[in-house]
């Protein structure tokens, strides 16, 4: 049985199982495991994660387009997950702490 990636391709956009992908694809899971292996040589969870490259793309540029819109939680949430803001800052002089001072003469 020949695998159609086709089919396939557009129900990993939306980070399908295995399980749920043999159902619509009506066959075993062992087969698209297979098909996967033969033809792309990765495993299941490797070409879904590839596969939905698209759809996480598409997610952060809307994202941010809402964040650049005005939207202030979408804001709050960027600043924190990409530039690692966080609501309370280290007290003042705490990062240092760890440091050792080298006087040369």
């Known amino acids: 049985m020949a695998m159609d990636f086709k089919v396939l391709n557009p129900i990993l ?3 399908a199982t295995k399980v749920e992908a043999a159902s619509i694809m009506e066959c075993n899971v062992s087969t698209i ?3 996967i292996r033969k033809e792309h040589d990765m ?3 490797e070409y879904k994660h590839y596969k939905m490259g698209k759809s996480r793309l598409s997610l952060k540029q809307k994202a941010f387009k809402m964040a650049m819109n005005g ?15 966080q609501d309370s800052p280290e007290p003042e002089g705490q990062e240092y702490d760890d440091l ?6």
Do not use: A, G, P, R
């Open 100 to 105: 050792e001072f080298v006087v040369s003469t």
């Open 43 to 45: 495993t299941f969870t």
């Open 33 to 35: 495991e297979v098909h």
């Open 71 to 85: 939207d202030k939680t979408m804001m709050i949430f960027l600043l924190k997950n990409w530039c690692k803001y």
């Open 13 to 15: 956009l939306y980070d």
